[in-house]
């Protein structure tokens, strides 16, 4: 499971504004004992909305750290995990005051969230190909840092799909899907389905590869349809 250090989304909101969001992140797993692992997402967010009469309201700061712990159930021969994951915002929707507030980007909803996933995948034997699946329930909260603007969020399914295999050498072409839908309808709660291409380039013997990806969004509610591209450089020890 490898998640991008550097991404670039970039979406047309509507006719009037333009968005620009630049996140740089680290993301890392740690075994802790056999079965068992933490992960943690600790993301840096610049993003810019541009209007139709040339004013642009810039915003900058942490982003959404999510801490996962992972386990898989002894016994059983099916690749798996079991996943609890926290997101904690590294900032406060409301620290931006005054009568433009409004116009400046959000780094993200600003409340604390919790989701439960099940992921489950396999190799097809004397081949390159794998894949895997994941799909999760997200609670959320009305518990925000800061302030908070007092918005409910519905619950929603959330779930990742990658399938790949080795092109040449190590080299994997991969194809990823990931999927937000909200349970119920407002006016607020964000959902999306994205499906595109990534690549996965070692660097020599050290452990070391690069990472790259493009993911369109397909379908989109209470958000604007529009892709992100990511970067990154991973390493791995075993």
């Not at 499971?1 to 989304?9: I, V």
């Not at 799909?135 to 990658?162: C, M, T």
Request: no cysteine; hydrophobic share 40%; charged share 15%.
């Amino acid at each position: 499971d490898h998640r991008d250090l550097h991404s670039f989304p970039t979406r047309r909101s509507s006719d009037l504004v333009d968005y620009l969001g630049v996140t740089s992140a680290v993301y890392f797993e740690l075994g802790l004992m056999d079965g068992l692992h933490l992960q943690a997402y600790v993301p840096h967010t610049a993003a810019s909305n541009t209007y139709a009469n040339g004013n642009k309201y810039l915003s900058a700061g942490g982003g959404d750290l999510t801490l996962g712990l992972q386990a898989s159930i002894p016994g059983v021969e099916l690749p798996h995990g079991l996943r609890v994951t926290l997101k904690t915002p590294l900032y406060d929707v409301t620290s931006i005051g005054g009568r433009e507030a409004g116009f400046f980007p959000q780094r993200g909803d600003g409340q604390i969230d919790t989701a439960v996933w099940l992921t489950v995948g396999n190799s097809i034997p004397d081949t390159s190909l794998f894949g895997f699946i994941e799909v999760g329930h997200q609670f959320r909260s009305e518990r925000y840092v800061g302030g908070g603007n007092g918005v409910a969020y519905n619950d929603s399914l959330v779930g990742f799909a990658q399938i790949g295999g080795a092109v040449f050498d190590d080299v994997l072409l991969l194809a990823n899907s990931s999927l937000v839908m909200p349970y119920g309808g407002d006016e607020v709660t964000k959902g999306y389905l994205t499906v595109g291409p990534a690549v996965y380039w070692p660097i020599g013997d050290g452990g070391y590869a690069i990472e790259a990806g493009y993911d369109p969004i397909v379908w989109a509610v209470n958000s604007a349809e529009g892709f992100s591209v990511s970067l990154g450089v991973s390493f791995a020890r075993r």
